[in-house]
DNA sequence: GCAATAAAAATTGTTGACAATCTTTGTTAA
DNA sequence: TTAACAAAGATTGTCAACAATTTTTATTGC
C-alpha cells in the first residue's frame, strides 16, 4: 500500500524501461494519473526503485509519445490535451480503428475470439459490480486487444498510445464518472467478428468511436494532483 | 564536405533532439543511411558536435520509432526490416494514408495545393536530370507534405515515420536504382485533390501504394554501411 | 496583513569518470 | 594454415558529483 513496496513486492528488480512506461501508461488508462499530475524524477525513482537514467529515459519515451510533457527545467507533467488536440486524437482513431478491426477480422483465432469474449465478460461483471475504475481500465483495454488480434505491431502501437490519449481526454472533458467505451457495442462488434464480416465490424466501430467522441464536451476542464507513491502501489 | 564543418557552418550551434533526429530521418530517407549502417555514439557526436547524451536521447527516440536498432552492449544500427515488418509497414500506409489523402482535401487551402504543385514540380525535375538521391527525397516527402496539409500532427508523424521506412524497406528489397513513386501518380493525387474529390483521392492514394508494394520483391537482402562523417556534411 | 524581495531548498540538466561488455588484434599450438 | 585462446583496445552502460534553474520559505518594508 505504499511506494516502497515495489521493490520488496519483486525483490528480482530491476525493471526496464518498457515495463516502467508500460506502467505509466496502465495508469493513465485507468486514470490514476490524471492530466497535469507532476511526474517528478525523485517520485518515479522511489516508486519503481530505479536509477534517474531509467526513469528519464522512460518520460522521454512518454513524452514521445504525447503522454507527458516535459518542459525545461520545470518537470514532466501527464499530458493535458487541448481541445484541438482531442479532434486529432479522435479524427486519429476513426482513421485507424475501423481498419484495424477490419484486419482483426482477417486474422482473429477462435482462441482471439474466446480471449475478447473472456474480455468481455470482465467488462460486464465489473460494469455490473459498479467498479469503475475497472471499467475503465478494460474499456479502454478492449480496443489495445482487438488490435492485437490484428497482429500488427505498428497499428497495435498507435491504438495504445490513442486509447491513453483518450483516457486523458475523457477525464478533462468527459462528464464526470464517464467510462471509455459501453461494452455492448464492444459485444456488437464481437459478434460481427465471430461473422467474419469486416464492412460491418468496421462500420459498428466508426459508429462506436462516434459514440465516445459525442460522450465528450470541450469546455470545461477539471484539474488534479495525486500523490505517485499511492498510484504505484501493489494493489 | 567533411563531419565537422557541420558546427562550423552554423556555429551557433546545440542542435536539440529534435533536429538530431530530423536530419537521421532524412538521411534514411534520402538512402544515405542504408540498413544496418552502425551508429556509433562517438561518430555521431562528432558529426553532430554534440554531447553524447544528446546522441544517447535521440538514438532513443530513433528505436522507439523503428528507425534504429538498439542492441544492448553493442550499438545503434539503422533498422533492417524483414518482411514481415515490410509487410507491416505496407498495411500501415494502406490503412492511413487513403484516409490522411481525405482529410487533405477537406483541409487544404490554395495556398497547400501550390506548395504540392511546386513541390510536384521540384520531383518532376529531379526525375528528368536524373538526380537519383533528390528523386528519392522528393517522392518519400510528398507523402509527408501531403499529412501536413491533412492538419493533424498524429497522423503527420505517423506518415513520417512510415515513409521513413518505407525506404529501409525499397533499400533492402526494392529493385536497384527503385525510387519510392513514381511522379504521375502523385500529380493524379493533387489533381483529384483540386476538384475536391475525396473517394477519387483516397482511391488514388490505395492504388499508389499498391503500386509501390509491388515494385519490391521479399527475397533478396542488400547489406551496406558507411562512413558517418561524409553521411552529414553540409551538400 | 500583504506585496515584494532575498535567501534557502529542491529539482532538473549536464558533464566526466568509471565499470561492463563487446570487438579486434596478436599469439600459440595443433 | 587454421582454430582456439588471451590480451589490448574500443564502445556502450551506469553512476555520482556538479551546475543551472525553479520552487519554496523566510524576511523586510509598507
Redesign the pocket.
Known amino acids: 500500500m505504499f511506494g516502497s513496496s515495489e521493490k520488496v513486492a519483486d525483490g528480482a528488480g530491476d525493471l526496464n524501461e518498457e515495463v516502467i512506461v508500460d506502467r505509466i501508461y496502465q495508469a493513465v488508462i485507468e486514470q490514476r494519473l490524471p492530466p497535469g499530475t507532476?511526474?517528478?524524477?525523485?517520485?518515479l525513482c522511489k516508486a519503481f526503485n530505479v536509477?534517474?537514467?531509467?526513469i528519464?529515459r522512460s518520460l522521454l519515451l512518454l513524452a514521445s509519445r504525447n503522454i507527458v510533457d516535459?518542459?525545461?527545467?520545470?518537470?514532466?507533467y501527464v499530458s493535458s490535451p487541448t481541445s484541438a488536440e482531442a479532434r486529432e486524437v479522435f479524427e486519429a482513431r476513426r482513421c485507424i480503428e475501423p481498419n484495424v478491426a477490419r484486419a482483426a477480422v482477417e486474422r482473429a483465432t477462435a482462441a482471439d475470439i474466446e480471449t475478447l469474449e473472456e474480455h468481455l465478460g470482465w467488462e460486464s461483471a465489473a460494469h455490473r459490480q459498479g467498479d469503475r475504475q475497472q471499467v475503465i481500465r478494460l474499456s479502454g483495454e478492449f480496443h489495445v486487444k482487438l488490435a492485437e488480434v490484428a497482429r500488427n505491431h505498428i497499428m497495435h502501437r498507435m491504438v495504445k498510445e490513442l486509447v491513453t490519449r483518450t483516457s486523458l481526454i475523457i477525464g478533462l472533458f468527459g462528464a464526470p464518472g464517464t467510462a471509455n467505451c459501453h461494452d455492448d457495442e464492444h459485444a456488437d462488434i464481437i459478434s460481427a467478428l465471430k461473422q467474419r464480416d469486416q464492412d460491418q465490424v468496421a462500420q459498428i466501430m466508426t459508429h462506436h468511436l462516434q459514440h465516445i467522441e459525442t460522450q465528450i464536451d470541450l469546455t470545461a476542464r477539471r484539474n488534479a494532483g495525486v500523490d505517485l507513491t499511492n498510484v504505484f502501489s501493489d494493489e
Request: hydrophobic residues 30%; without cysteine; positive net charge.
Open positions: 507532476k511526474l517528478s524524477e525523485s517520485a536509477g534517474r537514467m531509467r528519464r516535459l518542459q525545461s527545467n520545470r518537470g514532466a
